[in-house]
């Protein structure tokens, strides 16, 4: 069964950094693609980022309006993707969620709310 | 960036049929296979859950009543026979060379 495990939220202030976990089981992680979304309060859905496979080249893309701010990783012995936030600002207040993205985006993980505030 | 426009509400009759579209005002305005559509259902209190992609794949999981397609330029997300369990936000997202963009969601109400 394909389970994504999102950790690592909580609150923190403006300005400051948090890293999100997304842990993966019941398939190949290494054969995958892994994508962050978000939703903040009140709001729609928001792509956040992505990081091909290493077969792939293990590259990322990032929405506009978080590139150069927030970067993702991932560790395949592990099968955790990261999500390193930085810079952080009260409209980043959201819950993050992680997808498995091969060749589509299928699951999901039930997400990790993060709270920028001071 | 490019701007995706969904209705922002609908309202269904138990066993009706309804529409969502997918619009886009990126360049040719017209929604294409190339922009991989995917449409997602979210319940409040719960994780979104991957209903339609590229255009019209369903998973395993996504009830043959819902049907994607594309209709007059859009993206479309059919819904023929809602259910009570049907009602909730309904989102796509929209695929533009690398960046991915959602619509602003559609509340759909089965009454």
């Known amino acids: 069964e394909v389970q994504l495990v999102e950790s690592g939220g909580g609150l923190v202030k403006p300005g400051r950094s948090l890293r999100l976990s997304c842990t993966a089981s019941?398939?190949?992680?290494?054969?995958?693609?892994m994508s962050w979304f978000r939703q903040a309060p009140g709001k729609g859905l928001e792509w956040v980022g992505f990081?091909?496979?290493?077969?792939?080249?293990?590259?990322?893309e990032y929405a506009a309006s978080v590139k150069g701010r927030f970067a993702i990783s991932r560790d395949d012995s592990k099968s955790i993707a990261y999500l390193h936030m930085n810079s952080l600002k009260t409209e980043d207040t959201a819950v993050y969620y992680c997808?498995?993205?091969?060749?589509?985006?299928?699951?999901w993980g039930q997400g990790t709310l993060v709270t920028v505030s001071s | 960036q490019a701007v995706v426009t969904q209705e922002p509400s609908l309202t269904v009759s138990p066993g009706g049929t309804v529409t969502l579209t997918c619009g886009s005002s990126?360049?040719?305005?017209?929604?294409?296979?190339?922009?991989?559509p995917y449409w997602f259902q979210h319940k409040p209190g719960q994780a979104p859950r991957t209903l339609i992609y590229?255009?019209?794949n369903k998973h395993s999981w996504t009830p043959a009543r819902f049907s994607g397609s594309l209709l007059g330029g859009k993206a479309a997300l059919t819904l023929s026979g809602a259910q009570p369990e049907d009602e909730a936000e309904y989102y796509c997202l929209l695929s533009y060379s690398g960046a991915r963009v959602f619509g602003g969601g559609t509340k759909l109400t089965v009454l």
């Open positions: 990126t360049g040719t305005g017209v929604v294409t296979s190339g922009h991989n």
């Open positions: 997808t498995r993205d091969g060749d589509i985006t299928d699951y």
């Open positions: 590229h255009t019209r």
């Open positions: 019941g398939f190949t992680f290494g054969d995958y693609g």
């Open positions: 990081i091909r496979s290493k077969p792939y080249g293990g590259t990322t």
